[in-house]
């Protein structure tokens, strides 16, 4: 069972479209990271969140950390086939664990 | 680039062989993280050094083994290697051993 759940898996769309990735948990984080992967490459940090109902804002992505936080999504505006590529979320647990639970991804195509 | 280096890029080996990774944190981190990335499994966590001494583990073999020298750089020793072995093994390196991980560029590693 995974402790993250994310959602989509796959998304395939075309260019200027509009997109959502959710990421979802019954556990709380003290802080929730969303990583971009491109293939062959290791995952870059793109935010990490860390107050419940915080949004910040990276040019054309939007993220939330859900109130509870417990949930946080990614929402694209304007999709560019340069953002093409695995979207991961990770949660840092409160139980002092120090481990990063990495959701199962989400492999965006955006096309041209 | 996230500061983290790792060696090899790639790695081929046969059954039963042995073989050593190499990661270098970034300047100033304390703490050193490795995970399996495979196909089918996503990113799973294996083990945590912070300042030398073992932190965290998560689901690492028997037959796996790391360790973090005075230095802060660490190795990760895979062992009697299996097919079901391949995968693309990254490190990641954060401040304080909590929060924020920046990842190397990983080792692929294919067993045949």
């Known amino acids: 069972t995974q402790l993250l759940e994310q959602s989509p898996q796959f998304l395939s769309i075309q260019e200027g479209e509009n997109l959502t990735v959710y990421c979802n948990s019954s556990?709380?984080?003290?802080?929730l990271q969303w990583y971009r992967q491109e293939p062959g490459e290791g995952p870059v940090l793109l935010v990490t969140v860390v107050t419940g109902g915080e949004v910040k804002k990276l040019k054309r992505l939007t993220f939330q950390f859900g109130d509870a936080r417990k949930d946080s999504s990614l929402h694209i505006t304007a999709a560019q086939p340069g953002d093409t590529g695995l979207y991961l979320c990770a949660g840092d647990l409160l139980d002092s664990s120090y481990k990063l639970i990495f959701g199962s991804g989400t492999r965006l195509l955006v096309r041209p | 680039d996230s500061g983290v280096t790792q060696t090899p890029k790639h790695l081929i080996t046969a059954t039963g062989q042995r073989v050593t990774l190499r990661c270098s944190p970034r300047s100033g981190d304390l703490s050193v993280y490795w995970y399996q990335q495979s196909l089918d499994q996503g990113l799973q966590f294996l083990i945590q050094?912070?300042?030398?001494?073992?932190?965290a583990k998560g689901n690492i073999l028997e037959r796996f083994s790391a360790q973090q020298f005075p230095d802060l750089h660490s190795e990760l020793n895979l062992s009697s290697l299996e097919l079901g072995d391949s995968a693309l093994y990254f490190c990641?390196?954060?401040?304080?051993?909590?929060?924020?991980?920046?990842f190397g560029p990983g080792t692929r590693l294919l067993v045949l």
């Open positions: 050094y912070y300042n030398g001494e073992e932190r």
């Open positions: 556990s709380v984080f003290s802080s």
């Open positions: 990641a390196s954060s401040v304080d051993g909590q929060g924020t991980q920046y």
